[in-house]
């Protein structure tokens, strides 16, 4: 588990996000907590929990377009959506669908959902 004296060398928490599915398999970003530093980790995780950033982890929550790459990586199609306010590209299961377009989690606001 490494030196617990040595900052960074300890995972001391874990913090699993909301889980999404893409073409049927469920997915959810894992967020690392490390002893005496206050940098995070964040990895992409399956539903049998299965590592699938293990050659290298994201420094801040990952975008939707970064999770594209890794999923795309391993052959897996994800059906990229565009936000209609900011134009970044966004995963269906992590978007809101508002008037025959998509909202990202980037620009979505609860009062949308009345204008829905």
Known sequence: MGNTSRPGSVVIEQINHA????AGERYFVQELVWNGISGRSYEL?????????EDESFDDHPTDAQI???LEGLGIDCGMETC????EAVLPARAYRHDNGWVGSCCWDERLRMTA
Request: hydrophobic share 40%; charged share 25%.
């Open 19 to 22: 889980p999404f599915e893409v």
């Open 45 to 53: 995780v399956n539903s049998h929990e299965e590592i699938l950033t």
């Open 68 to 70: 594209a790459t890794v």
């Open 84 to 87: 209609k306010f900011c134009r």
